[in-house]
């Protein structure tokens, strides 16, 4: 069935105007003043409104077996929460641990969300493990449509590489032509620091900061840029959270590496004294990397408006009350990680569009644009283009409302952004031309998402990179 957007007002990465919509067989097939809709055609007024293109989260987790258990959400309840906030698509860290096969663990992943995800979805790869079966596998999986790898130099023993695999897992990911997203933390240093602390009896959430404090971001990230340069592969730093990471990530783009940096929400709007709060009113604000001083907070403020950070996910990662319990008698053991995918776009709006820290057009293109094209999915999504998948946020600005667990669709029993106002929200949501959110509820259809395939697009132009 068709649908007709009428009379909002269309803001994309470069630009805004007053347009309607048309969307017929999936994908926008006009864009012009006073369409006449097709017979049955559905119509959205969107008066008043902004259409923005459908956001897209870079940086989550869903099914996520890790310190000893696992993250609450599926794929149903977690693509549900992404649309009711304006998230149409989600990319998904597949993680099997090193003990895992890699190729096995990609088919379990796919698996969970075939048929289970009501929005589009990929995948980034993560390698855990670097050695000639694995290799053969990678190649199979990015022949599968997965063009992205994940690399983890922190979480020792589990999820962790040494840099002899990181060099392969670059050298092969250059060969391909497809880019490497990386968690950027000295594995063996907070090893070292954890000891210590807990040697001390400091064992409250309030030591997983001084664990893995900024210069041990900085650290891997400086590693990382360079690894990168001496591979000529194409990087993307996940969830950068503090000013002296931030400030490697820059030097290591201004020589000429092919970096990009994502932050995430939590690192926006939130600071290490949430997880310096007593019991597990603390535990709920331990991730990784952690809180940081809120010093901090201004740094990437200003480089996201700058566009220097390119893009804002959530590192999305629901453990429940019962669970960060887990970790009571030592820090350690608290699963990381906090909800946001729900979260994401309305709170960047409120607190960074509405206060004036970023502009319009930088949010959309830091929350959809951006990271459609550096994941291989533009011109399909992140962009409101005839021929572009109809993914469309018709946004309400004038709604007022307030984050809480007890409204949330993340299934989660807590928000870790509790209390915090909003000053707008998606009024319609659509994935692929059909009417998925209304006005905070679900009314689609469940399992319309399908698994995106991306081409390899860092293919290098080997005359101009001989050695
Ligand atoms: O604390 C976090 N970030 N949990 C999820 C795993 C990761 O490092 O991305
Ligand atoms: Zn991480
Ligand atoms: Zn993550």
Redesign the pocket.
């Known amino acids: 069935m068709a649908l007709l957007i009428k009379g909002g007002e269309i803001v994309t990465a470069e630009t805004r105007y007053h347009s309607d919509i048309l969307v017929e067989n999936e994908v926008i097939s006009t864009i012009g003043s006073d369409l006449t809709a097709p017979p049955n055609a559905e119509i959205v007024d969107a008066a008043g409104k902004q259409i923005f293109p459908g956001f897209i989260d870079p940086h989550v987790?869903i099914h996520l077996p890790?310190m000893a258990t696992f993250a609450k959400d599926t794929h149903a309840t977690a693509s549900k929460a992404a649309l009711i906030g304006g998230t149409t698509t989600f990319i998904e860290?597949c993680c099997p641990s090193r003990n895992d096969d890699a190729l096995e663990g990609y088919h379990l992943w796919k698996q969970k969300a075939e048929r289970n995800s009501a929005c589009d979805y990929a995948f980034h790869m993560a390698v855990t493990r670097y050695d000639a079966k694995t290799e053969s596998q990678l190649r199979e999986i990015v022949r599968d449509g997965t063009a992205s790898f994940k690399i983890?130099l922190?979480y020792k023993n589990f999820f962790g590489v040494d840099d002899e695999e990181m060099f392969r897992t670059l050298t092969l990911a250059a060969e391909l032509g497809i880019i490497t997203t990386a968690?950027c933390e000295n594995a063996e240093l907070v090893s070292q620091l954890q000891q210590l602390l807990i040697a001390e009896r400091r064992t409250g959430p309030e030591w997983h900061e001084p664990s893995r404090p900024e210069a041990v971001e900085a650290e891997g990230t400086v590693r990382f840029a360079t690894f990168l340069e001496q591979t000529h592969a194409a990087g993307y730093v996940v969830?950068l959270s503090c000013a002296p990471a931030l400030r490697a990530a820059v030097e290591a783009k201004m020589r000429g590496v092919n970096l990009s940096i994502e932050s995430v929400l939590p690192h926006f709007l939130l600071d290490k004294t949430y997880a310096e709060r007593a019991g597990v009113e603390g535990m709920k604000h331990v991730?990784?990397p952690p809180l940081r001083d809120k010093r901090n907070l201004a740094a990437l403020w200003s480089a996201l408006e700058a566009g220097l950070i390119d893009t804002v996910g959530t590192?999305h990662?629901p453990f429940d009350v019962e669970q960060k319990l887990i970790g009571a008698q030592a820090f350690t053991q608290i699963p990381?990680?906090i909800p946001g995918i729900e979260e994401r776009v309305n709170l960047m709006w409120t607190y960074g569009v509405n206060r004036g820290l970023i502009d319009i057009h930088r949010f959309v293109d830091a929350l959809s644009t951006r990271p459609a094209r550096i994941f291989g999915l533009a011109p399909r999504k992140g962009m409101i283009a005839v021929g572009s998948d109809a993914d469309l946020v018709v946004f309400d600005p004038g709604y007022r409302g307030t984050i809480s667990a007890r409204t949330q669709h993340t299934n989660n029993n807590y928000n870790g952004f509790e209390g915090f106002a909003i000053e707008g929200r998606p009024s319609v949501v659509t994935v692929r031309g059909k009417v998925q959110v209304r006005d905070g509820a679900f009314v689609g259809q469940h399992d319309r998402g399908h698994m995106l395939r991306r081409e390899p697009q860092y293919l290098k132009n080997e005359a101009v990179h001989a050695r």
């Open positions: 987790h890790f860290m983890f922190a968690h969830h991730m990784s590192d990662c990381n990680g």
